[in-house]
């Protein structure tokens, strides 16, 4: 069932309908329903894999929350053990956790990589029909959960019902954000009356989101997938041109997404962190990762690089590297050695192919390398600091860092290394400029009128963007008459009805981010 469908939009209708008139003890209960029939949608297979993730997790959660309480107990008790004694009750209590944790953390993350790398990866007959609807998203939501239990962060959820809420929460599913339990957990089972005020902005929220998939990404799907399907006659300008509109169509297609998501959940009540931070503003590469899929790099971060580099193998050849090649080598290797491991998973999440992974390590490699220039740059501010105040300047930045972005990102579109750095040398070799300047742009499946509303919606999500810092805009809005409210409101889902790109020659497709 497609965000953008018909059937979605009944389907929201029916939920909105009867979600607030139901007594507040049983709304949680409404949504597990309506996330089932959700996920029904996508196939009835599914329900195998995620039935499996949510038991096993929900089980091992109560044994190692079980654990957690016997310890707590014993230590309340026998307040006069020594120190080391009190040491050696709790490594021996981390051991009896750990036999609950590895195996749920094998199980679940087993599934995964032989269903997305293994059985649809090698071309299994059939096999593309057994890959769950969001297994990527709720497998590391319930793994982060799982561990944070196992650290204690957390107390195990004792119902299995809730548990299967916040595993199969149906606007988590298509593309995050990767929700903590903790936070999540504190909203989704707790329900709150019904707020014109939250609805409202929820419901603006969602036509914001509708805008930018609709008007923007899906228009320019058709003049993307052209370029890259055509590499041998679309190379040169057109390379150049499908990196721009794919790094246009990429964004509107997933914030959008994310606005939905967001939208929805406030018109429930419910509220979910964000996932992006105005991510084409960033100056350099590293904020860049800290601006985009913030959900997804601080479950990396959190239950990847942290652990890798703190692990005691790591610190004994850090030790080593101090002794044998100085303190500098030192202390740089647990965080390259997290850093290359955290973005070889990162491209892994994100597909099967090797492209993916040359990309991860890409973004890591020149990550790295800013890190190791950082002491350049800082002279060179200090020599020149006015520069960096300058808006031209800054303009540099962030057009550098969307350039090597979209570079890195023409792996995705290709997805094949070989011929994406082909492509990518043609938009220095290949010419066609002037082809492409004297209307072969209008061969790519979009017409002038096309480029038109694309060039007008980007301009007005800029303008919004740069609008939203100085505050919120809903805010600010919500402030006017509630005619000006209603006549805004009305602008958006008339643009939106008018200038979707559905209808003749139109398909409204899934969104980018389902694929992984």
């Known amino acids: 069932m497609l965000f953008t469908s018909l059937s979605f939009i009944l389907f929201l209708a029916l939920l909105f309908a009867v979600y607030y008139i139901v007594p507040y003890r049983f709304r949680w209960a409404l949504l597990l329903v309506f996330s089932g029939i959700f996920y029904a949608f996508a196939g009835v297979v599914g329900f195998i894999f995620i039935g499996i993730t949510i038991i096993t997790t929900y089980a091992a959660a109560r044994f190692i929350g079980s654990i957690h309480t016997a310890q707590s107990e014993y230590l309340k008790n026998n307040k006069d053990i020594s120190r080391q004694e009190k040491k050696a009750y709790k490594e021996h209590s981390k051991k009896k956790m750990r036999i609950f944790l590895v195996p749920c953390l094998i199980v679940n993350f087993g599934i995964l990589a032989l269903l997305k790398y293994i059985l649809v990866g090698r071309g299994f007959i059939g096999t593309d029909l057994l890959l769950p609807m969001g297994i990527s998203f709720y497998t590391f939501q319930t793994m982060g959960y799982i561990i944070d239990v196992y650290r204690g962060k957390v107390i195990a959820e004792k119902n299995i019902f809730k548990m299967a809420l916040f595993t199969s929460y149906f606007p988590l599913l298509v ?67 499908g990196m721009i509109l794919y790094a246009i169509q990429l964004h509107a297609d997933f914030t959008g997404g994310i606005d939905i998501t967001i939208g929805i959940s406030q018109m429930l009540g419910i509220r979910l962190q964000e996932n992006f931070d105005r991510p084409y503003f960033s100056k350099n590469i590293t904020e860049y990762w800290r601006r985009w899929h913030i959900s997804l790099g601080e479950w990396f971060k959190e239950y990847l690089f942290y652990p890798v580099s703190v692990a005691k193998p790591m610190l004994k050849l850090s030790k080593f590297s101090r002794d044998h090649f100085g303190d500098a080598v030192g202390k740089r290797v647990p965080v390259y050695i997290s850093t290359i491991f955290v973005w070889f998973t990162t491209g892994v999440w994100h597909g099967r192919g090797l492209n993916f992974i040359v990309w991860g390590l890409g973004n890591c490699v020149i990550i790295l390398i800013s890190q190791e220039l950082s002491p350049l740059y800082k002279r060179f501010h200090n020599r020149f600091p006015s520069l960096k105040a300058t808006v031209p300047y800054k303009s540099f930045e962030i057009l550098r860092t969307i350039f090597i972005l979209s570079s890195l990102r023409m792996l995705d579109c290709y997805r094949d290394v070989p011929l994406t750095f082909r492509m990518f040398a043609s938009i220095f070799t290949g010419g066609k400029y002037l082809e492409m300047l004297k209307g072969g742009f209008l061969e790519l499946g979009i017409t002038a009128a096309d480029y038109v509303i694309v060039l007008i919606a980007v301009i007005i999500v800029f303008s919004t963007s740069m609008l939203q810092r100085k505050g919120s805009i809903r805010e600010r809005l919500f ?14 889902l008339i643009t939106i009805i008018i200038f979707g790109a559905y209808g003749v020659g139109y398909d409204s497709s899934q969104f980018i981010y389902n694929q992984f």
């Open 175 to 241: 593309q995050g954000p990767i929700s903590d339990y903790k936070k999540l957990s504190e909203t989704l089972y707790t329900p709150v009356p019904f707020s014109g005020k939250n609805f409202l902005f929820g419901f603006e929220r969602v036509l914001w989101g509708y805008f930018k998939k609709l008007v923007i990404a899906d228009r320019l799907l058709a003049a993307v997938s052209t370029i890259i399907g055509l590499p041998s006659e679309f190379s040169g300008a057109y390379a150049l041109l």
């Open 479 to 492: 402030r006017r008459p509630a005619v000006v409210q209603c006549a805004v409101i009305a602008l958006l």
